[in-house]
């Protein structure tokens, strides 16, 4: 029997996006490109100030980019589209990172699953079947139906905002940092949930996250921003056990290790993202790479790819060797 090819199911082309200040232009997103595949789980990983809450908002059609191109299955949105904010919503759920604030504190559950289906016609005891079907999904009952979110526990509540996102059976679901403000042992629990759903559905995820060990878990790749660029991207267990990108190896090196003869021996990550407003020439990393020389000051490294299994943006990547420098994985994080 043979296989079936994998689809790609969302592809972004040079994405960009400026905000006018008093003090100057920030770019918020600079180029960024990448695509998902059907069924598979992509982490976006990097400090805040990146661009990776606006990313999703552009991808939930929440602001307009200045220039290039999202398709989702196939139906692409420029810069130039108009009338038009993005694919069909229904195609793109979102679960945020805090429940608490995400959910409506007036509204009992069923209300507040019922909102995406009231927008394509559903009424009444169809909207209560459908309900209790998303709640038995997330692991809930249907005695939560009629309960508020303040009695809730943390996990209960975002298993009710997974529920809620998958309420009209999106292709695509953002997931930022969505375990970020639940506890450890809770943590484990909706990453499983979610491991679940998307192997029965095959819903593809877009995994904002800052924490690497939650990446090692869920996601098939990672990309990698830094002030509104991809710096590097590929497979997750290639990126891991072998960073080309210096700021990936950096990030990797920032996470805890139970062993200390397999924690850090390369310096610590110096200084905060620079300020996006009137940049300076050469690559954005530069004021803060240990490697950086003059040609890093003065010049933008463009993406090179590796043979189509990962891309990266560094005049002098890091090699094998380099990478040994590394003690521990995420997974092995304390």
């Known amino acids: 029997m043979k296989s079936v090819p994998p689809v790609c199911l969302v592809s972004v082309e040079g994405l960009r996006k400026e905000y006018l200040t008093r003090h100057g ?8 490109s990448f695509h998902i595949m059907a069924g ?3 982490a976006l990983v990097g400090e805040s100030g990146c661009g990776k809450s606006t990313l999703a908002s552009a991808l939930l059609g929440l602001v307009r980019f200045d220039a290039g191109t999202i398709a989702i299955d196939g139906n692409a949105i420029t810069a ?3 009338g038009i904010t993005m694919p069909p919503r229904r195609d793109i759920g979102v679960v945020f990172q805090n429940p608490q604030s995400s959910l409506d504190p007036k509204m009992r559950v069923r209300s507040i699953i019922a909102e995406p289906l009231n927008t394509i016609g559903m009424r009444g005891d169809t909207i209560t079947r459908r309900a209790n079907e998303l709640l038995s999904q997330v ?16 996990g209960q509540m975002q298993r009710v905002a997974i529920a809620r996102a998958l309420a009209l059976e999106p292709r695509l679901l953002i997931l930022d940092e969505p375990t970020a403000a639940l506890d450890v ?24 996250t800052h924490d690497l060990g939650v990446v090692d878990y869920v996601a098939n790749r990672v990309a990698v921003m830094y002030l509104g660029r991809i710096v590097e991207s590929g497979l997750v267990a290639d990126i891991f056990a072998n960073p080309r990108h210096p700021y990936t190896q950096a990030l990797l090196d920032a996470v805890p290790v139970i062993d200390p003869a397999r924690r850090r021996l390369s310096a610590p990550l110096d ?7 009137n940049r300076l020439p050469g690559c954005p990393f530069a004021p803060r790479c240990l490697r950086a020389t003059n040609t890093c000051r003065t010049s933008d490294p463009d ?15 890091l090699s094998h060797e380099d990478g040994s420098q590394l003690r ?3 997974h092995e994080a304390a």
């Open 139 to 154: 692991g809930l009952g249907p005695e939560y139906l009629h309960r508020y979110p303040h009695q809730l526990s943390g």
């Open 25 to 32: 232009a920030m770019k918020a997103l600079d180029g960024v």
């Open 328 to 330: 521990g994985s995420p």
């Open 303 to 317: 993406l090179v790819d590796e043979g189509g299994r990962r891309v990266h943006a560094c005049f002098f990547p």
């Open 40 to 42: 598979e789980t992509l």
């Open 80 to 82: 130039r589209s108009k």
């Open 185 to 208: 042992s809770v943590q484990a629990q909706i990453l499983k949930l979610l491991k679940a759903l998307q192997a029965k559905s095959n819903v593809s995820y877009l995994f904002i």
């Open 271 to 277: 200084g905060e993202v620079p300020s996006p407003l």
